[in-house]
């Protein structure tokens, strides 16, 4: 591909095209493709709170254009309800990207095989620069600004039917350029679009940040918003940007019911329907802006920002300070609202709701590092002893959201994605941590520019369940180490019974160019990567021991190319107290999709379970419902297993106190891996109800003992990092029922 990054192909895609014998003419990509013209910039000139490159804030007004827009040629043809039904599915995401000028001008111009472009762009000098490169190009794009310059539309005047007839000349300039190409069902598409009957808006429009996702998703979706309205947010009380942000995020779901029963869902099914946001700055950002600041009321902003705990924040100043702090205060307003708008360009992709958390969730450092440290200091801590601390993060966490959020949470049905710092997959939801009762995944909220590559809507793959017999382990353990085997004893042990074997594949690189030359000759989905990790305090990097030496994953990204999946049975690769230049985004900056990592130290045995049961998952599992013509998102297959691990750790947990036998253990597990597989949302008080009949125990002692083991099991130190949802495990016999 040209503007978006090329997905890598796994053999075995289900893809209709694919018949044997039949050759076919090239069509031109249906995509159009939204391109954003950044001024040129260096590391050193990014946003201080989060990262983002600087150009960003003068573009985000232009975000705003697109949700009324197609993502591709073929949208507008659809009726309402299937469009979006396709988009739960994850199959009719703008593809939007911001491109420095350089490379837009060196190597963005549109192709043949991708006519369909939009560049839009901000300040003047860019705006001139964009004008002159379209004017030398036989395919040109639309170019969008409102600067004054030569063959530029004003964004007032970027209309449907103006993107309409630019598509149609694209075209004709593609197949000019291309004569192979065959435009013949695009051209047909184009001469096909329906003018979208725009509904009266159902709610107050805030346009404030805390609702900004959702507006932009109903906006996406057919709703016309009022010129003028009452109620808007603006220093208002607490509670009316909690009745906000509630109302809006209710007005997305209530669109859910009209996308459902799809038999295209059989092969795509909806992506994670709730996204929880936490906007955070950067660890060490306060303190290097205060030591730059020379006014004292501009440090008192800045410490205002780092204490903020609500959605509105009081700060007594008179008027002739506002110079002082006005800036500040704007400077992390633009950050944050081009982080709610990335967001609600993905949500609206999705037709997901979101939930902008207050700010307080990100004040809950203090007894999160309070965990990790007593977990680091002892390998295998009494148990009553970590329930008490992991508690107090629960609490934490749990005092934070508004109880109208914990009530729209548990009204997911396909899953959550968290965007922020804070460990939200601990948050408790009756009785179980976030990330066990639901298939979650996450994107930090910092560094601001990892976080754009990761919101922006990835490709789909499709890798079959067979796939996953060709896996590579790369230990780094040193022989002598007494956990050096566990992993491979573990994985050995993998598959799913059949005469069919496994193909996995074993190496101990000593060095980082071992490491890289092994990773880059697999051609396997998934990497399983079992070592030492560390991240000490401060701003410094993770780092991953290849040879007794830590080393820096992010600077592997132009020399490795990494499988779409990465397993981390390593510690710390991902901890919420150390910088945000972890392991595992060192592992998505390098190109992984997914990286299963750890927030806290890991035990060499329960690793080696959990990653036997991810693989026998992928492969027998899948494999299973497949035959029964669905595929399996990777969120579900990590998700299972770490519910699996959990119900595993109890079930043992009550044995080892003497409450039952072996026997009760078999028929326990048994019991609840069918509630688990297909998940039933009720296995988790199934379980309690069983445990607390075969032990003849009370619910009180249940909660006290079951809390315990919970905060035990190395299920909770597991996070999964990046974009598993669009990694789904089907082959050709999901495409075939999903079409009959």
């Known amino acids: 591909m040209n503007l978006l990054a090329a997905t890598s192909y796994i053999p075995g895609h289900p893809d209709e095209n694919q018949v044997p014998g039949v050759s076919r003419l090239p069509t031109p990509m249906p995509q159009i493709i939204y391109a954003f013209a950044l001024p040129d910039w260096r590391d050193n000139e990014v946003t201080p709170f989060q990262g983002f490159a600087p150009g960003l804030i003068d573009l985000v007004p232009l975000m705003d254009f697109i949700p009324p827009l197609p993502a591709d040629v073929f949208e507008f043809t659809m009726e309402p309800a299937d469009m979006l039904a396709r988009r739960r599915a994850g199959e009719g995401a703008w593809y939007w990207t911001p491109v420095n000028l350089s ?27 964009v004008s002159k490169w379209r004017k030398g190009l036989r395919i040109r794009p639309l170019h969008v600004s409102a600067q004054k310059v030569g063959g530029a539309l004003h964004p007032a005047d970027l209309t449907v039917d103006r993107l309409n007839q630019h598509c149609r000349y694209a075209l004709r300039q593609a197949c000019k350029a291309e004569k192979r190409l065959d435009g013949t069902d695009i051209d047909a598409a184009l001469g096909e679009w329906k003018t ?31 010129d003028t309205e009452e109620g808007h947010l603006n220093a208002s009380p607490h509670p009316h940007y909690v009745q906000g942000i509630t109302d809006s995020a209710a007005a997305v779901m209530d669109l859910w019911p009209q996308t459902k029963d799809r038999q295209a869902h059989l092969l795509d099914p909806p992506r994670p329907d709730l996204f929880l946001i936490a906007p955070a700055m950067a660890p060490s950002a306060a303190k290097a802006i205060e030591r730059a600041l020379p006014d004292r009321k501009a440090v008192h902003a800045l410490r205002a920002l780092q204490r903020q705990r609500d959605y509105t924040m009081q700060i007594e100043a008179d008027e002739d300070d506002l110079d002082k702090i006005g800036p500040i205060l704007s400077l992390r307003g633009a950050e944050t609202k081009i982080l709610t708008t ?84 601990w948050l408790p939801i009756d009785g179980l941590p976030l990330g066990i009762r639901y ?29 996953f017999r060709d896996c590579l382990v790369l230990s780094m353990f040193d022989e002598n180490d007494r956990i050096a085997y566990h992993l491979r004893v573990g994985v050995s042990g993998a598959g799913d019974g059949s005469s069919r074997k496994m193909r996995t594949q074993y190496a101990s690189p000593e060095s980082v160019d071992e490491f890289v030359e092994a990773v880059n000759q697999f051609r396997g989905p998934m990497l399983i990567v079992d070592s030492h990790g560390s991240h000490d305090e401060g701003d410094g990097p993770g780092g991953l021991i290849i040879g007794g030496k830590s080393v820096d994953v992010w600077s ?17 690769t991902h901890p919420f107290d150390r910088s945000h230049a972890t392991i595992a985004n060192g592992f998505l900056a390098c190109g992984a999709v997914s990286v299963i990592a750890t927030a806290l130290p890991i035990r060499a045995r329960q690793a080696a379970r959990f990653a036997m049961r991810v693989l026998n998952r992928a492969i027998h599992f899948a494999d299973i419902v497949n035959d029964m013509g669905r595929s399996v998102p990777w969120t ?89 949802e669009s990694l789904l495990i089907a082959d050709s016999r999901v495409l075939q029922d999903s079409q009959e």
């Open 103 to 129: 490379t837009l001008l060196a190597k963005r111009s549109p192709k043949p095989m991708q006519p369909f472009v939009v560049v839009f762009s901000g300040d003047a000098e860019t705006a001139k620069a």
């Open 196 to 226: 979208i009957e725009r509904r009266p808006c159902s709610l107050t429009y805030h346009s404030h940040n805390v609702t900004r996702p959702n507006e932009l998703t109903l906006v996406a979706s057919g709703e016309l918003p009022a």
């Open 342 to 425: 990335a967001v609600g360009l993905r949500t609206a992709s999705t037709v997901a709701a979101t939930i902008r958390l207050p700010p307080a969730v990100a004040r809950t450092g203090g007894v999160v590092g309070q965990l990790a440290r007593f977990l680091r200091k002892h390998e295998n801590p009494p148990a009553i002893k970590s329930a008490r601390v992991f508690r107090a993060v629960q609490d934490a966490l749990a005092a934070t959201v508004p109880d109208e959020h914990l009530e729209l949470i548990k009204r997911s049905e396909a899953g959550i994605k968290i965007i922020a710092d804070a460990p939200l997959e």
């Open 439 to 467: 298939d979650v995944s996450r994107i930090n909220a910092t560094p601001g520019n990892l976080f754009l590559q990761h919101i922006r809507a990835p490709m789909t793959q499709y890798i079959p369940p067979d796939a």
């Open 556 to 572: 592997l990204s132009d020399r490795i190319r990494m499988p779409p999946i990465v397993l981390l049975s390593a510690c710390d």
């Open 636 to 724: 579900n297959v990590v998700g299972g297993v770490l519910r699996m691990e959990l119900a595993t750790d109890i079930i043992r947990g009550f044995s080892e106190a003497g409450f039952y036998d072996q026997d009760a253990v078999n028929e326990l597990m048994l019991e609840t891996n069918k509630d688990l597989n297909p998940l039933r949302s009720d296995w988790f008080e199934r379980l309690s109800e069983r445990i607390i009949e075969a032990t003849a125990i009370d619910e009180g002692e249940w909660q006290k003992r079951s809390a315990d083991m919970i905060a035990s099991s190395d299920a909770i130190r597991y996070l999964h990092v990046g974009n598993p």
